[in-house]
Each structure stands twice: as structure tokens, then as C-alpha cells.
């Protein structure tokens, strides 16, 4: 027997009780849809924490950006950004070493949005890659978020524009001469797990 019912002092409204349970959870799951994404996010940092702590002791890692990092982030894109995001910039703002390269702090995902945003005729330029429609058929488009740099001009980017048949938050991969691709992950958190397991596996970088 369920122990909450069990100890009601309204026991003749058992059907009323479970009704606003369901009711709360689907309230909270409308709320905060993306709880389950960060809660992943934080268990693959837990990982990566522990990873860098076994491996490379003297290495320390990043602290986190602010809140005000966040919003001036925000402010600068025009659009919010993810939680998984939010809460990985919040947790540790970058993180260098990794085989994809680096992981960008708030100000350097702002700088390298800049570097696409800014190019002169953007617009014109066209994707040297197969077309689909799960992401934007363009070279880079403006609702790409850069979350890495391999240090040659290509990384990783939170698409929040995708195609017709793509998903908000899906992760794409920018290569410099032929434009984006993909999508290459389903989310931030599933891309952050293959930096995990990546290192886990003995792909790393010297740590410095």
C-alpha cells in the first residue's frame, strides 16, 4: 500500500489525492521541461571532475561564470540559451585540455559567435554539405551557439534555429571552408558525455 495514502487523514479521497499528484508532476515537468537534461549535465561534470582530479591533480579547473555572465551572454546573442547551458557555464565556465579542443568560457562563445555573425555577406555564403532539414541550409546561422574551438576554426554549436524536422537544442559541427553540419548530438548534455568518455578512454590532451 502506498505509504502516503496509508497515512491520510482523508482516506475516502484516495481518486482526489493521486489526481493531484499527476497534476503537480505535469505541472513541474511544464515548468522546468529540461530538468532531466541538467541533472544529466551535472552527473557527466561529476565525471569530468573526478576524471581531472585521478589524472591530473594539479590541474585546476575552471571556476564558474556569474549570473551576470549569463545575462550579459544572453543579452549579446539576443535569445536565451539552453539550461544544460546555463548550467554548465554556472558550474565551470570552460574547460581546456579536451580532445575537441576547448570548451568555451561565456566570453568566448560571445567572440566566436561575433567572428561568424560578422562576416561581411553572410548571408551569401552557402553550405558545402549535404542539405537536410534538420538543420538551416547556410553556411552559419545566427541562432548557432559556439560551445567549442578545435583551435583551426571549426568546433561544436548549439543550434536554436534548426530545420523543419530538426530540434531546438541539437548540437552541429562547423567546419570552416564547408559550413555546418549534421546534427551530430541530440543535446548539450549527450555532447558534454562524449568529452567524458573520451577521456575516460584515454583520448586527452596534455593537461597544462
Known amino acids: 500500500m502506498n505509504s502516503d495514502l496509508a497515512e491520510s487523514p482523508f482516506p475516502h479521497k484516495k481518486k482526489e489525492i493521486f489526481q493531484i499528484k499527476a497534476l503537480l508532476i505535469n505541472q513541474t515537468t511544464h515548468i522546468f521541461p529540461n530538468m532531466v537534461e541538467v541533472e544529466k549535465l551535472n552527473a557527466v561534470w561529476e565525471r569530468l571532475e573526478k576524471w581531472y582530479a585521478d589524472n591530473h591533480p594539479t590541474f585546476t579547473l575552471s571556476v564558474g561564470a556569474t549570473p551576470a555572465d549569463i545575462i550579459a551572454l544572453e543579452t549579446h546573442l539576443g535569445r536565451a540559451i539552453p539550461e544544460e547551458l546555463k548550467a554548465s557555464l554556472l558550474r565551470h565556465n570552460g574547460l ?3 580532445k575537441k579542443g576547448q ?6 562563445i560571445k567572440d566566436e559567435w561575433n567572428n561568424w555573425a ?8 552557402e553550405s558545402f554539405n549535404e542539405p537536410n532539414e534538420l538543420i538551416q541550409s547556410c553556411f552559419f546561422d545566427k541562432g548557432w551557439i559556439p560551445i567549442d574551438a578545435d583551435g583551426g576554426g571549426n568546433g561544436h554549436l548549439i543550434d536554436l534555429n534548426p ?3 530538426g ?3 541539437q548540437i552541429v559541427f562547423l567546419y570552416h571552408e564547408t559550413g555546418g553540419e549534421g546534427p551530430v548530438y541530440p543535446d548539450y548534455a549527450t555532447y558534454l558525455e562524449s568529452v567524458a568518455n573520451e577521456l575516460e578512454g584515454g583520448e586527452e590532451e596534455d593537461a597544462e
Open 118 to 125: 560578422g562576416i561581411e555577406d553572410l548571408d551569401e555564403l
Open 167 to 169: 530540434t531546438v537544442g
Open 103 to 108: 570548451l568555451l568560457t561565456a566570453d568566448e
Open 163 to 165: 530545420g523543419p524536422k
Open 96 to 98: 581546456n585540455n579536451i
